[in-house]
Structures are given as structure tokens and as C-alpha cells.
């Protein structure tokens, strides 16, 4: 069982690879990524069923045992979000095999995407610091060329400034991690974690932890997320709905793990500027959502401000919020994939991506216009679907908190997030079509069929959370309690 956290990532990795030596079989392209896909899926399934029985699961590589050789480490919070990760990518691949283009197909459109997969699947997966580095690299230097593919002038221009950022930050990344590894001479992070519990986070620490933070930060959005609107609204609809579902998930992730096993000791220096930095963002995010009229800017927008609004939980800190960020961390990476494949649809048909020159869409795509709609209800939360009971759980945990100003803020994020997208709603669905008959873009089913599929996990999620109930509660004991994953990797 242990050894298939390692196929995780290996099986995209190698498939990835395989694909690059057959670059003119583009059929074979198509259909092994998305088959290798629902294969990762069905294999996360199964170790997440296992750990949710039997307890967390490590391998370490070449059997060197942590804190001296590489491990991967799986318990239910980073499972769960491997799982996602390959449903939510299978889907979108479905997506892009009917609408990417031949041309960006031959230019490694799905070794790339596989090279990705893998990056974000290994970055949930390792239990050390340095591979968590290298882990990064693969899933951006992946993205790095899925941004810039097809070549557009305005692509080019967002790219250069999203790589100049994030190679800034994996400076820092590395910066570090060598003080970090000076101070306590390891980078393993369950070792890390009983290091700084016996020897008590110090100032230098604490400067350290802050260092981390600004990392991770870069890497998710939180404040520092100018880099973010335009890099997620360039790239195709297919590209733009891996990005928005996976790259700031990924940053979420290493914060919520960095502060919670590592430097959660002094909170009321780092987890009170994580609030701080969460307030911020949902104030920009919201600001950006609104002043907008472009489609996709105003999407890009939206993911900033979930951002905000998960790592509030990170903030106040307590078992009830952190398992609302949990549930509410898969629904958005869902529907945020959601969200961005329905514009992509949108702009496809409407030749536009401005809300002024679009009108009437709902009386010649109505099947587009109403999953448009359950995608505006299930962001702002209406129960019963997968948005609502993530909101609610953090809600809870924040009044408990008495962190009112963070509580207001949150709740004042959903009402943009209503505003905004239903002004989409309504700007483009209703009013005067301004299509006529001759002039109508067939929208084939085979492109509204991925769509239709995140609709149905969106309304699924939301019917069947008692049935995630045991995943997410396990996955919040496991953050809210080190030495859980402590005791698992380190096998006291």
C-alpha cells in the first residue's frame, strides 16, 4: 500500500514523458492522459480509504529511513487533494482534447499537463522541505509552458512577468530552507516539527517562519497576488481551469502544512499577520471583482478572493474552521475549474470577452446559461450545494475565534462574489440575444459534457458531504495535532 503514494506521482510523471517521444500520435496523447489520469484518481481513492482506516501512510525512498532519506507522507488532507487534483485535471483534458486546437496539441499540450500533475501531486505528497522545492519546480516550469502556449503577444507579456515572480520566490524558497536546515540541521518536517517543540520557536525562527510565509504567499495569492489576474486570463480555457483549480492550491496547501506542523507555537506573531494578510486579500480580491467588465478578469478575480477566505482559517486556528477550509478548499477547486471552463464557453461563442458586448445568450445556449447560474449559487455558498457547508464550518470556527473584523470581512467576500458573477449572469444570459441564427456558434455536447460533470461533483459534493465527513474530520485532527504526524513518520 505504501508504495502507491510513489505512483502518485511516478505514473503521470512517466506517462508524460512516453508522450513526448511519440509527439505525432496526438489520438494517443488524448486519451492515455486522460485514462493515466482517472487511473491516479481510482489509486487515491484506494490509499485514502486505507488511511482513513488504518492510519497515515509513508514510504521512504531507497530505505533510508526519515529524517534521512526522502519520504512521501499521505494522510487524509493531502490525499484528498491528490484525488481532486486528478479528478479535476482528468476533466478538464476532456475539455481541452475538443477545444485546445491541433496546433497546441503538438506542441505537448498533455505532456505538460501530465508534467504538472505530477509537480502538484508530489508537492501534497513530500514529507521534507528541500523536495517540496523541487516538487514546485516540476509543477512550474510545466506551467511556464503551458502559459506561453499558443504564443499570443498579450500571452508572452503575462508570462514573462508570472515567471519573473515566481522565480523571485523560489529564491526565497531556497534562502530559506538554507536557514532553516543551518539552525536545526534537517529538513525533514516531522523532524523539523519535534525540533523546534523541544527547543521552542525562537525569534530567529519566527524571522524564518516569516520567510516561509512570504514563499508560500507568492506562491498562493495571499496579498502578494498582483502577478495572478492576468497570468489566469490569458492562457486557453482549458489551461486557465487547471490553473484556477490547482497553482494557488498548492501554496494553501504548504501554509496550512508549514504552520500547523511547523511554526504554529507563536501565533500571535505569525498566524495574526496570516489574518492580517487574509483580510487584505479579500478586500483587493473583492475590489478587482468589481471594478472589472472583463469576463475572465473578474473569474481571476474570484480566485483571489477564496484565497482570502481559506487561509482565514489558517488565522483563527481552531479544529471547527480548519475543517470548513478542508471542505471548502475541494469544493473550490472544482468549481473554480467549473467556473473557468463555462467562461472559456462563453467568450467561444460570444467572439467577446467584455460584459458590454454580450446579451441574450441564455435563448441560444440555455444549457449553458443554467450550469452558469448552479456555478454562481454553489460560490456563494446557497446550501445544499458543496460551497455551503465549507462556509458555514469556517464561519463557526471564526465566531468561536471572536475574530468579528475576519468574520464580517468573509462574509462580506460571499456577497461580491454573488454581485459579481451574477452581474456576468445577467449582463450575458438575459437581455436581447445578439446572435441570430446564421450568425450562431454551435456549441457541440462533447464541450459542455466536462462542464456537466463539475455541475454534477458541485451538486454531489453537497448531497454526499455526510459521506466525506470521516475524510475531512480526519484530515483536521491530523493538522490540528503534530504529533499525529509525527508519531506516523518518524514511527515512535
Given at each position: ?45 484506494w ?13 521512504d ?13 499521505g ?19 476532456l ?39 523541487v ?31 515566481n ?44 520567510l ?14 498582483q502577478?495572478?489576474?492576468?497570468s489566469?486570463s ?7 481551469a ?25 501565533q ?39 484565497v ?28 473554480k475549474a467549473?467556473?473557468?471552463?463555462l ?116 451538486i ?33
Open positions: 500500500m505504501n508504495n502507491l503514494l510513489v505512483l502518485l506521482m511516478v505514473v503521470p510523471l512517466l506517462v508524460g514523458i512516453f508522450l513526448v517521444f511519440i509527439p505525432n500520435y496526438i489520438h494517443i496523447h488524448r486519451w492515455s492522459t486522460f485514462v493515466s489520469l482517472l487511473i491516479n484518481a481510482g489509486l487515491s481513492f490509499v485514502l480509504q486505507h488511511i482513513v482506516n488504518n492510519g497515515i501512510v509513508t514510504v525512498f531507497g530505505n533510508w529511513e526519515a529524517p534521512f532519506g526522502i519520504s512521501f507522507v494522510d487524509s488532507f493531502s490525499v484528498l487533494l491528490v484525488l481532486t487534483t486528478n479528478i479535476v485535471s482528468a476533466i478538464c483534458v475539455y481541452a482534447i475538443k477545444t485546445i486546437g491541433l496546433s497546441r496539441e503538438k506542441m505537448y499540450f498533455y505532456p505538460f499537463v501530465l508534467f504538472l500533475v505530477a509537480g502538484v501531486n508530489g508537492s501534497f505528497l513530500t514529507g521534507d522541505l528541500f523536495n517540496l522545492f516538487t514546485f519546480e516540476v509543477m512550474l516550469l510545466a506551467s511556464y509552458a503551458l502559459i506561453t502556449l499558443g504564443g499570443t503577444k498579450k500571452q508572452l507579456q503575462e508570462s514573462f512577468k508570472y515567471i519573473a515572480i522565480v523571485v520566490s523560489s529564491s526565497l524558497f531556497l534562502v530559506a530552507i538554507a536557514y532553516l536546515y543551518g539552525l536545526l540541521g534537517t529538513l525533514n518536517m516531522a523532524h523539523l516539527s519535534e525540533r523546534i517543540a523541544t527547543t521552542g520557536q525562537t525569534p530567529l525562527l519566527t524571522v524564518v517562519s516569516l516561509f510565509l512570504i514563499v508560500f504567499s507568492l506562491k498562493s495569492g495571499l496579498l502578494l497576488y502577478w495572478l489576474p492576468g489566469y490569458t492562457p486557453s480555457p482549458a489551461v486557465a487547471i490553473f484556477g483549480a490547482l497553482l494557488t492550491k498548492v501554496g494553501i496547501y504548504a501554509l496550512f502544512r508549514t504552520f500547523t506542523l511547523l511554526f504554529y507555537h507563536e500571535q506573531i505569525t498566524h495574526l499577520i496570516i489574518g492580517i494578510m487574509a483580510a487584505i486579500t479579500l478586500i483587493g480580491g473583492s475590489i478587482g471583482a468589481i471594478a472589472y467588465s472583463n469576463i475572465r478578469l473578474i473569474v481571476s478575480y474570484n480566485v483571489i478572493i477564496s482570502g477566505f481559506i487561509l482565514v482559517a489558517l488565522a483563527v486556528m481552531n479544529i471547527t474552521a480548519i475543517e470548513g477550509a478542508v471542505i471548502y478548499l475541494i469544493h473550490d477547486m472544482v468549481v467549473l467556473l473557468f471552463l467562461a472559456g464557453s462563453m467568450i467561444y461563442v460570444a467572439k467577446s470577452e467584455r460584459l458590454g458586448d454580450i446579451s441574450g445568450l441564455i435563448r441560444n445556449y440555455p444549457v449553458l446559461g443554467w450550469m452558469f447560474f448552479i456555478t454562481v449559487l454553489s460560490l456563494t455558498g446557497i446550501p445544499p450545494l458543496s460551497g455551503f457547508f465549507g462556509k458555514v464550518l469556517l464561519g463557526i470556527g471564526v465566531i468561536e475565534a471572536k475574530s468579528y473584523i475576519l468574520l464580517a470581512l468573509s462574509m462580506l467576500s460571499g456577497f461580491v462574489v454573488l454581485y459579481s458573477l451574477l452581474r456576468i449572469f445577467m449582463s450575458c444570459f438575459w437581455g436581447e440575444t445578439i446572435i441570430s441564427e446564421e450568425e450562431e456558434i454551435p456549441l457541440k455536447k462533447s464541450q459542455l459534457i466536462p462542464s456537466a460533470i463539475l455541475v454534477l461533483l458541485t454531489g459534493i453537497g448531497f454526499g458531504v455526510e459521506g466525506l465527513t470521516p475524510y475531512i474530520q480526519d484530515a483536521a485532527e491530523t493538522l490540528m495535532n503534530p504529533e499525529i504526524y509525527i508519531d506516523a513518520v518518524l514511527e515512535k
